[in-house]
């Protein structure tokens, strides 16, 4: 069993997390960490030197910061109590999927092991959550897919959506709306790349969209 988060603080769990989205195993700037946090470049610079003195990342001001492996085990418990937490008020709840990340955000720092353990079980151990994000396992370990930006779809491919990689609810709902979520199966019919317009088939609807519409959505190529 991999070791506790309580003695982090909520600030430190989220820098963890922040690492791991912008870099996985690669590095992060302190400038990428600042605009992602929304925090000044001095705070951060602060932060992450405690971080590691703690033995939690590798950090140099000419090459950034890096998850080592305590920190990026740190960081993946913090991502499987945010996923378990938006299935949990999707599925137990029954809150919008579009309106959870934020309730996660504020409840992931302060969930006991024992309470997460109990949440994974009444779920009935979920893989993804409403999003279609994995959620990462009891050992921390997390299922790396091979996927593609909808947009980067070729003319004719055919797909399933599988993660929708984006916070912003008014963006979740339009795309329940229309029927971009997780499971769904698409085609692209048209591209035309001048005028930056897809032309959708999403199971038995049809789409016209820019690709700043389908910014965040990943599939899986049927091949």
């Given at each position: 069993?991999t070791?506790s988060?309580?003695r982090l603080?909520?600030s430190?769990?989220?820098?963890l ?5 912008l870099?996985g ?5 302190t400038?990428?960490l600042a ?6 470049r001095?705070?951060v610079?602060s932060?992450?030197q ?8 590798s ?5 950034g910061?890096?998850l ?5 085990v740190?960081?993946?418990q ?12 999707v599925?137990v709840?029954?809150?919008d999927?579009?309106?959870?990340h ?5 409840l ?5 092991d024992?309470?997460?353990q109990a949440i994974?079980?009444l ?6 959550d409403?999003h ?9 370990e ?9 947009a980067a779809?070729a ?5 399933v ?5 984006i ?6 709902q339009?795309w329940?709306?229309v ?6 199966h698409?085609?692209?019919r048209?591209?035309q790349?001048?005028e930056?317009?897809?032309h ?10 820019g690709?700043?519409?389908?910014e ?8």
């Amino acid at each position: 069993m991999t070791k506790s988060l309580d003695r982090l603080s909520s600030s430190q769990q989220d820098y963890l997390k922040a690492i791991y989205f912008l870099a996985g195993d690669d590095r992060a700037t302190t400038t990428e960490l600042a605009d992602h946090l929304g925090v000044r470049r001095p705070s951060v610079t602060s932060m992450v030197q405690k971080l590691a003195e703690a033995g939690l990342v590798s950090y140099s001001p000419r090459r950034g910061v890096r998850l080592l492996k305590r920190g990026r085990v740190r960081a993946i418990q913090v991502i499987r109590r945010h996923r378990l937490l938006e299935t949990f008020l999707v599925n137990v709840l029954g809150m919008d999927w579009s309106e959870v990340h934020d309730e996660a955000e504020v409840l992931e720092h302060h969930l006991s092991d024992r309470m997460v353990q109990a949440i994974d079980r009444l779920l009935g151990f979920p893989t993804e959550d409403p999003h279609g994000m994995p959620i990462p396992n009891a050992e921390s370990e997390l299922q790396e897919r091979s996927l593609i930006p909808l947009a980067a779809m070729a003319l004719g491919d055919r797909g399933v959506v599988r993660e929708l990689r984006i916070e912003a609810a008014e963006r979740l709902q339009r795309w329940k709306e229309v029927g971009l979520v997780p499971g769904a199966h698409v085609v692209m019919r048209q591209r035309q790349e001048l005028e930056d317009v897809f032309h959708l088939d999403i199971d038995d609807k049809q789409l016209a969209t820019g690709s700043e519409g389908v910014e965040g959505i990943f599939v899986e190529l049927n091949v």
